[in-house]
């Protein structure tokens, strides 16, 4: 491939860019293996909450002949009782497939004080699916139990839960097209304004703010390998602008991996301080990898929309279950009841044929509305199944509570150990802090280059080839696919490598075709 073509290349998206590597790496030249380490899509999955999402349809099933059945028509659920018949019929599954519920159960009954009768007439309805979603944002249980949940695993002994209201999306993408959506339509951003990205980051928050339907302005705060991928205290000042309408982190971060400690949590307490009209967007997907994380939405609720989704951790991304959770009192609430007179009768007509008060709707609900163009609001919110799916997640996890919870365990240990056997036979630093999330490595081609050749040969690749020549040989010559770290905001020659989607022992291989392909990068240069 020519220079030309690969810098047409190099301007698509990094996962634009993966689709093109995906092509070459599977017809490559050695025709021997095809190793995608690009996307962060899990290799393996939760079984728990799946069986126990089949044994509610069975259930639901049974139930609804109960009222009705004609071959295969059947009628609606009777919630009467419900609780007491589905105890029966765990008695004729046997005690193994009954143990999960009946911990379950127990939990949601002794800590959040919930209805048994209620919860199981929730689960059943709304894994049959036989209903539209009601309350349209989420089940109202389901809230409860979701709310907790995060409280659980992200808020570190902060106990936020009951000021905590969730909407439940198609995952945390979906999240992310309604958020940016919503903040538009009610007048909190515009063209021109400027908001602030913790980098390297996942490419649609880079992608997303630049397109005309937002034409924002990007502050970089950058994260850099020298610092672990740290975002300094220093960078974190710049937040204090008052200029700054906005700031969208990942937390841990993609692909850096790494959490903000408790130093940088203090801060951010600081920053909304000086700047207490600061909108905060934390997408922590990656947040149950690290070890007592903790959520800037646990620092700074009332500053802070939390976006969270269940895909890397249960195994889940086809599933496309992910939240945005805010505080009943939120910044977002106070800044649309203080916009200018001129804007404030648009943004109250949008919402006036669906509510009788629209000045008094929350942002979360508004988020709800405008995910169905408004007109459809009255059929919107996630649908029931997945809602059910996310509860069962969630209750693997709050089972767990007074003891390890030994799937999350076994997660991380995975992670880990693909990202030790990649790091040791590259021979490429290690960050060991109990920050890093390890699902992903940047690797710098230029460094290693140096660090094995000397920087005359690191000079030699910088200036003779583009920077996606190297990823585009590994996939056409030796079948390997990484990601090009650029479209996430690194520096040229930096890539990204999944700690997911892999057998473990895949790690070495790859490994070793980056250091196979790097000696031949060598003897040609040795040749000129």
Request: aromatic share 10%.
């Amino acid at each position: 491939m020519d220079k030309k073509e690969e810098q047409r290349i190099e301007k698509l998206g990094a996962f634009e860019v993966n689709e093109q590597l995906l092509a070459l790496a599977q017809k490559d030249e050695k025709n021997s293996f095809f190793l995608n380490a690009g996307k962060g899509n899990p290799n393996w999955i939760n079984t728990q909450a799946r069986l126990a999402f089949c044994q509610l349809v069975e259930f639901g099933v049974l139930e609804s002949q109960r009222t009705l059945m004609h071959g295969d028509m059947a009628g609606s659920i009777e919630d009467e009782g419900i609780y007491d018949r589905f105890l029966t019929f765990f008695n004729t599954k046997g005690e193994e497939q009954a143990v999960f519920f009946r911990s379950g159960l127990h939990y949601l009954e002794q800590n959040l004080e919930l209805s048994m009768n209620d919860v199981v007439a929730e689960l059943v309805n709304g894994a049959i699916g036989n209903n539209y979603p009601t309350p349209n944002r989420v089940l109202s249980n389901s809230e409860t139990i979701l709310a907790h949940y995060l409280e659980e695993i992200l808020f570190n002994n902060q106990p936020l839960s009951r000021e905590t209201q969730v909407f439940p999306t198609e995952g945390g993408t979906a999240a992310m097209v309604y958020i940016f959506h919503s903040l538009k339509e009610n007048q909190l951003i515009h063209p021109g304004d400027k908001i602030a990205i913790s980098s390297p980051i996942f490419t649609p928050y880079l992608q997303i703010p630049e397109l005309n339907d937002y034409e924002m302005v990007e502050i970089d705060l950058s994260a850099t390998e020298a610092n672990h991928w740290e975002v300094s205290l220093t960078e974190l000042d710049k937040l204090k602008n008052p200029d700054i309408k906005a700031f969208f982190i990942v937390n841990p971060s993609n692909p850096g991996s790494k959490a903000l400690g408790e130093k940088e949590r203090e801060k951010m307490k600081e920053v909304v301080a000086d700047h207490p009209d600061l909108m905060i967007i934390t997408d922590d997907v990656y947040g149950s990898f690290v070890e007592d994380f903790q959520s800037i939405y646990a620092t700074v609720p009332h500053n802070t929309l939390l976006v969270y989704s269940y895909s890397k951790l249960f195994g889940a991304t086809g599933w496309r279950l992910g939240m945005i959770a805010l505080n009943e009192e939120t910044i977002f609430d106070q800044l649309i009841q203080r916009l200018p007179k001129v804007w404030k009768p648009a943004v109250e007509k949008r919402y006036a044929s669906v509510v009788l008060e629209p000045k008094k709707m929350k942002f979360i609900d508004r988020l709800v509305a405008d995910s169905r163009s408004i007109g459809l609001y009255h059929t919107s919110g996630l649908s029931t199944p997945q809602q059910v799916m996310e509860v069962l997640f969630s209750l693997t996890h709050l089972i767990c509570i007074k003891e390890k919870d030994t799937y999350i365990d076994e997660s991380k240990k995975l992670i880990s150990q693909r990202y030790d056997l990649l790091h040791d036979t590259l021979n490429y630093p290690k960050d060991s802090s109990h920050l890093n999330a390890k699902y992903y490595s940047l690797i710098d081609v230029y460094e290693l280059a140096e660090h094995l050749y000397g920087n005359s040969f690191k000079d030699y690749l910088k200036d003779q080839f583009e920077e996606i020549d190297f990823l585009l040989n590994l996939a056409q010559k030796n079948g390997v696919v990484l990601m090009d770290g650029v479209g996430f905001g690194t520096k040229p020659g930096e890539v990204r490598v999944s700690s997911a989607n892999l057998p473990t022992k895949s790690y070495k291989v790859i490994g070793e075709q980056i250091l196979e392909l790097l000696e031949r990068y060598y003897q040609e240069y040795i040749k000129k």
